[in-house]
């Protein structure tokens, strides 16, 4: 999924199609599941995690953690590779630091890059 150009904070109404798609991400992000599954797989030690590895911490079955990798993968923000039977997924490395940026009002974006 493409993040929108411009930020709903930029003080320019944003377009609807742009609206809609960081609705969508920011719907992936919201549920507990999901965020810590994006921790998890952050703080894997080669940033990756498979499906076996997530089921227990999230202490939820393999189909409802699968199911879940699957909506944050369509909303961008994971990556998934094959591997023989196992599917592998580590965080899109620009994926986060967009939405952050698109939800920093423009003048603290231009403080914390000064910095």
């Not at 499906?51 to 227990?56: I, N």
């Not at 939405?99 to 974006?109: F, Q, S």
């Amino acid at each position: 999924m493409t993040m929108p150009q411009i930020s709903p904070l930029a003080g320019e109404p944003i377009e609807r199609a742009d609206a809609e798609r960081l609705a969508g991400v920011l719907k992936a992000l919201a549920d507990p599941a999901r965020l810590r599954l994006l921790s998890l797989i952050q703080s894997a030690t080669d940033g990756e995690a498979c499906v076996c590895d997530l089921t227990a911490p999230l202490g939820l079955s393999q189909p409802t953690v699968s199911h879940h990798l699957r909506i944050l993968t369509e909303a961008g923000l994971l990556e998934r590779e094959k591997r023989g039977v196992w599917a592998y997924y580590r965080l899109v490395p620009t994926a986060i630091a967009t939405i952050a940026d698109l939800l920093t009002p423009p003048r603290k974006r231009a403080t914390k890059k000064a910095r």
